[in-house]
């Protein structure tokens, strides 16, 4: 047991955060009041960032690890590299204050730095009026083992009913930004699955979107067919039709076995054939994920996976760390994959980033997530030209995010403030079915 006491209440969570990385929560006493406690010193001592390098220096003595995102907890170290830019005047000088004042390790504090380099080249619309729009489609053909999403099985009754309750919000949300002047920077489909539909279902959500939601000065519209096994010409016709430039399919791996294990009911032709339909129906943008860590996967089996998804082309591969999370069934199976798992996941990652760098792409956003494998980060690659807009700005918290559909938060951005409120649907696409006249009415109070 790791007993302490934080003499700073309101640097309580970061520190009890920072904690948990090194070993699981049931291990750790952070209120500790008699007997043997490490005592992390107060706000009359220190500042917030030296209390949490004098917990990781005890944590680990303690263990024998370090952790290669040093004291940094939050989800979006990209936000600190930029302050410390705007407050250094320099990229190199915010790379040198992540390794020393945040005990971040070289290669991270270089990987940040990239990630900088490439959006540093963009332009995107700044004006207050340019919003990030994500509709959610709850729905998978099967529900994958590291799952913690909104995600039900599909079925058509229940689609049809769901999509009922969605176009009456696309309409209201379609009134609101009439009325107010708003316009959708990006789009987003997402999910679950939104290539789960069927046919005549997809095509009637896109036409929607389309419709209603797409302006001309909407510079990036993405649809997720996450499942390959899901993806037919028809669907792509559809979104291509309805003026959907980019899209994302999920292999994850291209191990049969693996597959298998993460209970998807494709094999890693139908990946193939996947890649194939989409460049045959001219799809301009295809981003493929990878998912480094998954259960009984090795650094050599990550590597043949890569190689075999950049044979296909895509022109953005994001890179993930396994997340264990509660609500998946992963987490009855092995609640400490995250801890034992970093060693090699680490290794996965440094490949893969290596072969990504040498074959002409490079890193343009990154976040990490709790309960990641070994503490690592998501990443995601791109061919110059072909960076996503979305994925960029959802990770910036510098722009509104209107979210559409069952488990989706909006996010209002009040640049006076720098400060994001959050807005949130209900999570059970039943209940947001039942109650879409109250979801539509907190967006109207809240817009
Ligand atoms: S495809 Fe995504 S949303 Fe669907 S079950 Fe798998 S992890 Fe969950």
Redesign the pocket.
């Known amino acids: 047991m790791f007993r302490f006491r934080f003499r700073d209440e309101k640097n309580r969570y970061e520190l009890t955060e920072l904690a948990k990385m090194f070993v699981p929560a049931e291990e750790l006493d952070c209120f500790a009041e008699d007997g043997d406690f490490f005592v992390i010193p107060g706000p009359d001592e220190m500042d917030r960032n030296a209390q949490k390098r004098v917990l990781y220096g005890y944590m680990s003595e303690k263990t024998g690890r370090e952790l290669k995102w040093g004291t940094l907890t939050g989800v979006r170290p990209l936000k600190l590299f930029n302050k410390l830019v705007r407050q250094t005047g320099s990229a190199d000088t915010a790379a040198e204050a992540l390794k020393t004042d945040y005990l971040v390790s070289d290669d991270k504090a270089d990987l940040l730095r990239k990630v900088w380099n490439t959006q540093s080249v963009l332009t995107f619309d700044r004006s207050p009026r340019a919003v990030g729009l994500y509709i959610g489609i709850p729905f998978?053909p099967t529900?994958?083992l590291?799952?913690s999403?909104t995600?039900n099985k599909y079925s058509r009754d229940k689609a049809d009913a769901y999509l009922n309750a969605l176009e009456k919000e696309i309409d209201a949300v379609s009134r609101m930004f009439s009325e107010k002047g708003l316009y959708a920077e990006s789009l987003y489909i997402g999910?679950?699955?939104p290539s789960s539909l069927e046919e005549d279902q997809f095509r009637r959500l896109t036409d929607k979107t389309a419709a209603s939601l797409l302006s001309p000065k909407t510079a990036e519209f993405t649809v997720e067919c996450?499942?390959p096994d899901s993806i037919t010409e028809c669907k792509l016709k559809a979104l291509l039709a309805a003026g959907c430039g980019r899209i994302s399919i999920?292999p994850q791996s291209m191990q049969q076995r693996t597959l298998e294990r993460i209970g998807r009911a494709h094999g890693p032709e139908d990946i193939v054939r996947a890649f194939s339909l989409a460049k045959d129906a001219g799809v301009k943008i295809v981003n493929a994920d990878l998912i480094a860590g998954l259960p009984g996967e090795t650094p050599p089996d990550m590597a043949d996976s890569l190689r075999r998804i950049m044979d296909l082309e895509p022109q953005n591969i994001t890179v993930h760390t396994l997340a264990v999370k509660r609500g998946s069934r992963l987490i009855e199976q092995d609640k400490d994959l995250s801890y034992s798992g970093g060693d090699a996941v680490y290794e996965m990652l440094a490949q893969s980033y290596g072969t990504l760098g040498n074959a002409g792409y490079s890193p343009y956003y990154l976040y990490r997530q709790k309960h990641m494998t070994g503490n690592m980060e998501n990443t995601g690659w791109s061919l110059s030209g072909c960076e996503s807009i979305y994925n960029i700005r959802i990770m910036e918290e510098d722009q509104s995010i209107i979210a559409l559909g069952a488990g989706g938060v909006s996010k209002l951005y009040y640049p006076e403030e720098d400060r994001v409120e959050r807005v949130a649907n209900v999570s059970n696409y039943e209940i947001y079915i039942d109650r879409i006249d109250e979801m539509i009415k907190r967006k109207e109070d809240a817009l």
């Open positions: 998978c529900r994958c590291y799952c999403f995600s999910g679950g699955t996450g499942r999920n």
